[in-house]
């Protein structure tokens, strides 16, 4: 039996009623944060925490208790008992339940608050031989710095990318790359490497965050611009970055083949660094 986390306590996953009238389901009024678990510890919840307070900042949502992040997910992690092995946990919370408005409820509504846990395998096939993946107008809205439960837009366009299996949907918006539908991309273009920089345009990675650090600290060229549509042919290497991919080369852009279609050296090189400094910590 999957225990989960709702409003205070740790229950039944099967047992949480939600009413029909929270505004998470009525507008998608809500944000969301997904952490991993590495066998003994969470990767970087410092920046979670961070994250879920400038998400819940932004849409205002009176929730004071994000500091308590780090001890749901923990708990969650003991009593599914999955100490012992890779695992992500979900945290979600909503502007909670009020009579339907377009305007803001009294700023006292209670938020809604879930969180769940579950064992994870990372996808080694994708990792080691990289993937392939879409190209496609960006039709989300102009607000995607917040980790909103709003993702229809990036569930659509995922959507389109798998059934023609592909791995990522990659979003171009004016004729710029952007970031995944849940992922950041970054490029190797001249021996520099290239990623979006931070707007509302994308979504601030937390592995985005490290890996532009673990560059640095390589000595690499970095740009963060954003690269054109057009300039794909000039593209020798590129990966994506989150929680759960990591750093996962990219083989194939919209049908263009990068380098010689095999995961490139920076992008080994950085994965090679990412991998090292989560087995430092485990110890
Ligand atoms: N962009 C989008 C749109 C995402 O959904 C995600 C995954 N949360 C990311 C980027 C990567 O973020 P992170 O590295 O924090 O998982």
């Given at each position: 039996m999957e225990t989960a986390y709702f409003n205070g306590k740790f229950i039944p996953k099967d047992e949480i009623s939600i009413s029909p009238d929270d505004r998470g389901f009525l507008f998608a009024d809500g944000i969301y944060e997904v952490a991993r678990w590495y066998e003994s510890f969470f990767y970087d919840m410092t920046s979670h925490v961070t994250r879920l307070k400038r998400s819940l900042r932004e849409l205002r949502i009176?929730?004071?208790?994000?500091?308590?992040f780090p001890s749901i997910a923990n708990d969650l992690i003991r009593l599914n008992k999955l100490g012992s092995q890779q695992a992500m946990v979900y945290f979600q919370v909503t502007r909670g339940a009020a009579v339907r408005t377009h305007y803001f409820p009294s700023p006292e509504t209670t938020p809604t608050v879930y969180a769940n846990a579950w064992g994870f395998v990372p996808d080694n096939q994708s990792l080691e031989s990289g993937i392939k993946v879409m190209l496609k107008?960006?039709?989300?809205?102009?607000?995607?710095d917040i980790k909103s439960i709003a993702l229809l837009p990036n569930t659509i366009s995922f959507q389109e990318a798998f059934e023609n299996g592909m791995k990522e949907c990659i979003f171009v918006r004016n004729g710029l790359i952007t970031e995944g539908s849940h992922s950041n991309i970054f490029f190797v273009i001249d021996g520099t490497l290239f990623t979006h920089p931070e707007?509302?345009?994308v979504l601030s990675g937390i592995t985005r965050k490290n890996v532009l650090r673990i560059a640095q600290e390589l000595g690499i060229k970095i740009r963060e611009e954003a690269v054109q549509?057009?300039?794909?042919?000039?593209?020798r290497e590129a990966f994506i970055t989150n929680t759960s991919a990591e750093v996962t080369p990219v083989i194939d852009l919209g049908g263009n083949t990068l380098g010689d279609g095999l995961p490139g050296p920076m992008t080994r090189l950085i994965r090679e660094k990412f991998d090292a400094e989560i087995k430092a910590i485990k110890g």
């Amino acid at each position: 039996m999957e225990t989960a986390y709702f409003n205070g306590k740790f229950i039944p996953k099967d047992e949480i009623s939600i009413s029909p009238d929270d505004r998470g389901f009525l507008f998608a009024d809500g944000i969301y944060e997904v952490a991993r678990w590495y066998e003994s510890f969470f990767y970087d919840m410092t920046s979670h925490v961070t994250r879920l307070k400038r998400s819940l900042r932004e849409l205002r949502i009176n929730w004071d208790g994000a500091d308590l992040f780090p001890s749901i997910a923990n708990d969650l992690i003991r009593l599914n008992k999955l100490g012992s092995q890779q695992a992500m946990v979900y945290f979600q919370v909503t502007r909670g339940a009020a009579v339907r408005t377009h305007y803001f409820p009294s700023p006292e509504t209670t938020p809604t608050v879930y969180a769940n846990a579950w064992g994870f395998v990372p996808d080694n096939q994708s990792l080691e031989s990289g993937i392939k993946v879409m190209l496609k107008e960006d039709i989300r809205w102009s607000r995607c710095d917040i980790k909103s439960i709003a993702l229809l837009p990036n569930t659509i366009s995922f959507q389109e990318a798998f059934e023609n299996g592909m791995k990522e949907c990659i979003f171009v918006r004016n004729g710029l790359i952007t970031e995944g539908s849940h992922s950041n991309i970054f490029f190797v273009i001249d021996g520099t490497l290239f990623t979006h920089p931070e707007s509302n345009q994308v979504l601030s990675g937390i592995t985005r965050k490290n890996v532009l650090r673990i560059a640095q600290e390589l000595g690499i060229k970095i740009r963060e611009e954003a690269v054109q549509e057009n300039r794909i042919r000039f593209i020798r290497e590129a990966f994506i970055t989150n929680t759960s991919a990591e750093v996962t080369p990219v083989i194939d852009l919209g049908g263009n083949t990068l380098g010689d279609g095999l995961p490139g050296p920076m992008t080994r090189l950085i994965r090679e660094k990412f991998d090292a400094e989560i087995k430092a910590i485990k110890g």
